[in-house]
């Protein structure tokens, strides 16, 4: 699997000395070996813990159902048996595609505990990213739902030839398929957890890239010692506090700090598994005296939209800590927020790549309302410029690059059989982020927009390349590209320019039908909301279309260096 | 307008947005995110075409009152929707 690599973190299995080694005793780790789902749950439930609530699942149908951390660690063990039973092994690949269902969190942790590699995808995502996923990461087993298999993979599991096993919520399966919920019944629940070592791969979430395919960014088991810090430093998780954070697992965000950060730091997390809904938010934080609360700006911004007055009607006395995470948070809602919750939204930074939480507006320190705050303890940031295949940091005011000092546990060892590109993202010693910023006099760091092509909507990276393929797939397009424009709700939404094929004319019509296709292909988190017409896109000397002008054009500004322009846009 | 032209420009400006949705395949109990499978930008935008279709302000609050075509129509047309 993850092939291990040597730039980024060397020693980072070794506790005994830097800025980890206190972090050290916030897990259990017996005999040197690490696995995040003893440290989530087992580890708990040996020390006594076991009775203790560890979630609290609300049914988009009003269904409630409490599990202890007992009822989770029988669950994962269980899961864990399942696969063991239909031949999996340490090392073998195993992918969720589920909604927020309870399922869902046995069988991450589940999977870790068996020794295996977890990859939860996003459940809106469309048959297309999802095969393109599996084939990358070479999945062997997934958990899915009767109305996603027969809607998004039935069509094409056949030619993924490392899919061993298909695992169905619920007590029925298709053909071809197991039903989970009776091989959980059967299983044993005394499943004895794989000690992986601290540099074991245990998870790979994918993000997307400016060319080529999504990258599987590897992360390994001792990521759960940074998890546990952050969790608590950036988060103020203690054990008991009622925590809710609101991001789907199929995001890097609601594994990390969904689901490892909050066990690890036996919190009480609510799971919801409706979509956003305004007074069904404010509703659950008043009842469950929900007390953390970990969210996205898309969110936020859309409570803001609906004002104060319906807010008013709300319980909110309960809630000690706000947290937000995607993109930046705008200083209206952080303003906002502390008036309406009577807290602001802590605005933090942190990526795919990155495993946990690296600049924070913390609790306890001064919120700079449109700031992603100051770099976390133990994590050295600094914003740099490239020159002459060098880097050379900028001070303060300056804007450049963020970029972070390697070696703290939860950063990535890999990207899946991208060595190229994993080396691509360090110099001089620096993780280089892609992401342009600023650091104040104060330490605190300010975002400025994205380094590289890439669109960020609904606070996920969305990659033009990923978009471009699928829309010339369709008939009419001959060529396509794709680019964020900034939106009130979204941050960004993705834009399309198509040139068309001979014998096919622009129209209302044909519109709709590409962002049918686009739609169908990639799912609607991913698929452009507008697509538009051209004769012709511009391109470099070397035939590559020139997102940056199609943007600089759509927002009106300055056109930059257009030396290498060969042929512009009509 | 009736409840069958409100139906109409219901369903028209729904496949608009997701024309990955053919108006036939509509059941009258579908969830629009549950079931016809649009994520909440595209609830928004459904919101705002309503708005400037039929002049009907959907607060908010409302918006699970049009998660289906059987809640949508007589919701709107309580609101008073194309008068």
């Given amino acids: 699997m993850a092939k291990r690599n040597t730039v980024g973190p060397a020693s980072v299995g070794d506790f005994g000395s830097g800025p980890w080694a206190a972090a050290r005793d916030l897990i259990d780790a017996p005999a040197g070996s690490v696995n995040i789902a003893h440290e989530a749950v087992d580890r708990h439930v040996l020390s006594g813990h076991g009775g203790d609530r560890a979630m609290l699942w609300l049914g988009k149908d009003g269904t409630r159902r409490d599990l202890s951390y007992a009822d989770l660690a029988d669950a994962a063990a269980r899961f864990a048996a399942v696969l063991a039973a239909h031949g999996l092994t340490t090392g073998d690949s195993v992918f969720s595609l589920t909604g927020r269902v309870p399922e869902l969190y046995a069988a991450a942790l589940g999977t870790l505990k068996a020794g295996m590699v977890f990859t939860p995808l996003f459940s809106a995502f469309g048959p297309e990213p999802i095969r393109t996923r599996m084939e990358i990461g070479a999945a062997n087993a997934l958990v899915t739902t009767v109305p996603l298999y027969k809607r998004k993979i039935a069509p094409w599991r056949d030619q993924i030839p490392s899919l061993k096993l298909i695992l169905i919520v619920g007590d029925e399966a298709p053909e071809g398929c197991v039903a989970l919920g009776p091989a959980m019944a059967a299983a044993s629940p005394d499943f004895e957890t794989v000690r992986t070592g601290p540099e074991d791969p245990a998870l790979v979430h994918f993000t997307s890239g400016t060319t080529g395919k999504p990258k599987g960014v590897v992360h390994v088991h001792n990521a759960v010692l940074y998890h546990a810090f952050s969790g608590c430093e950036a988060l103020d998780l203690t054990p008991g506090t009622v925590y809710w954070c609101t991001a789907d697992p199929g995001w890097v965000t609601g594994t990390s700090y969904g689901i490892v950060a909050p066990l690890v730091n036996r919190v009480m997390m609510i799971v919801d598994e409706a979509e956003f809904d305004l007074e069904r938010w404010y509703a659950t934080v008043e009842r469950e005296r929900v007390e953390v609360w970990y969210s996205a700006p898309t969110a936020i911004r859309m409570m803001m939209r609906s004002g104060a007055e319906i807010a008013d009607r709300y319980d909110f006395s309960s809630l000690r800590f706000l947290a937000s995470v995607g993109e930046p948070l705008n200083p209206e809602a952080v303003v906002w927020s502390e008036k309406v919750f009577g807290r602001p939204f802590h605005d933090n930074w942190w990526q795919t790549e990155t495993g946990g939480i690296m600049i924070a507006n913390r609790p306890g320190s001064t919120v700079k309302p449109g700031s992603m705050g100051q770099a976390m303890p133990g994590i050295e940031a600094a914003i740099v410029e490239r020159t002459d295949g060098h880097l050379r940091t900028l001070g303060d005011g300056e804007v450049g690059e963020l970029a972070l000092r390697p070696g703290w546990p939860s950063m990535m060892r890999a990207y899946l059989h991208e060595q190229a590109r994993y080396d691509k993202c360090f110099l001089d010693g620096w993780y280089l982020s892609g992401d342009l910023a600023m650091r104040d006099g104060d330490g605190y760091f300010w975002f400025v927009g994205r380094a590289d092509d890439l669109i960020k909507t609904s606070g996920h990276l969305v990659g033009p390349f990923e978009v471009e393929s699928a829309l010339i797939e369709h008939d009419a397009v001959a060529e396509a590209g794709v680019i964020g424009i900034p939106d009130e709700a979204a941050g960004e939404i993705v834009k399309a320019y198509v040139t068309l094929n001979p014998g096919f004319t622009a129209d209302e019509a044909l519109e709709r039908d590409i962002r049918g296709h686009a739609r169908k292909r990639l799912g609607p988190a991913v698929a452009p909301r507008a697509v538009v017409f051209r004769n012709t896109l511009p391109k470099t000397r070397s035939g590559k279309i020139m997102r940056r002008l199609l943007k600089a054009r759509e927002l009106g500004l300055p056109e930059g260096d257009i030396s290498t322009l060969e042929s512009d846009e009509t | ?83």
């Fill in chain 2, 1 to 83: 307008m009736t409840q069958d032209d409100i139906r109409t420009a219901f369903i028209e400006e729904l496949t608009k947005i997701a024309p990955d949705i053919a108006a036939e395949d509509i059941g009258e109990t579908d969830h629009i995110q549950d079931d016809l499978g649009l994520d909440s930008m595209d609830v928004l935008n459904l919101v705002t075409a309503l708005h400037q279709r039929l002049g009907v302000d959907i607060p908010e609050p409302d918006y699970p009152r049009i998660a289906t075509l059987s809640d949508a129509v007589p919701y709107l047309a309580a609101k008073g929707a194309g008068s």
